[in-house]
């Protein structure tokens, strides 16, 4: 029984087009998160939410937009995609009061 | 920014032999940090973590040990195995709430 899980697994798709991933724990966790693993490696946080609500949105371009239903789902939604956001997307979740993330085992989104 | 950093980015052990990740952090105010380990294709799963009031914190075969003045942490793994062939990221914040800060991977080879 996957904790995080992510779909799609893999996505291919092309430039200019609009694109979702879906990401949905069954930890009863109360934050969610989602990360971007660029070509270097570099994990680096794109949003986090805490009882659907946004407290965490680093410098992404506005063509990402985060969306929760409830606190269990937290859905990456890009627009107008391109070459340059290729990479590996993680979702994640924690306990607000805990330490540690627990992830999904992330989406290899490829802009060709 | 990076705020972390694994200067390594691959190391090879023989099997039975001591593996030593290594990890250094910008920012002062970092309060806890923690070891995750990733399978290809599977996202990060914790592995042990350490609060800044100590300096040594063991599991089984992994110890992590951190040094606050020199703003560094290492991980051991002692006798390596080759399941434990994985890339090995380090992480910190500044506590509960904040969001963690990823270094870019070590990939550990652990040869049989």
């Known amino acids: 029984d996957t904790a995080v899980s992510q779909t799609p697994k893999y996505l291919v798709t092309q430039m200019g087009n609009d694109k979702s991933i879906k990401c949905e724990q069954n930890?009863?966790?109360?934050?969610m998160y989602w990360y971007k693993q660029d070509s270097k490696k570099f994990l680096k946080i794109m949003f986090s939410y805490n009882n659907k609500e946004l407290i965490i949105n680093e410098t992404v371009p506005n063509r990402f937009s985060p969306k929760s239903p409830d606190k269990a789902h937290l859905n990456l939604h890009i627009n107008s995609l391109e070459l340059g956001d290729s990479a590996v997307y993680f979702c994640?979740?924690?306990?607000?009061?805990?330490?540690?993330?627990?992830f999904g085992s992330g989406t290899r989104l490829t802009v060709v | 920014d990076q705020q972390v950093k694994q200067n390594s980015p691959s190391l090879s052990v023989q099997e039975g032999r001591i593996s030593i990740l290594n990890c250094d952090y910008t920012n002062s105010m970092f309060d806890y940090f923690l070891w995750y380990k990733k399978y290809p294709a599977e996202g990060p799963t914790f592995l042990i973590s350490?609060?800044?009031?100590?300096d040594k914190n063991e599991d089984g075969r992994f110890t992590v040990f951190l040094n606050k003045s020199a703003k560094h942490l290492s991980l051991h793994i002692v006798p390596s195995q080759p399941g434990d062939s994985a890339v090995y990221f380090c992480a910190s914040n500044k506590g509960p709430g904040n969001q963690f800060y990823f270094g870019t991977g070590t990939s550990l080879t652990v040869i049989p």
């Open positions: 994640a979740s924690s306990q607000a009061v805990t330490y540690g993330y627990t």
């Open positions: 930890l009863g966790h109360d934050t």
């Open positions: 350490i609060s800044s009031i100590k």
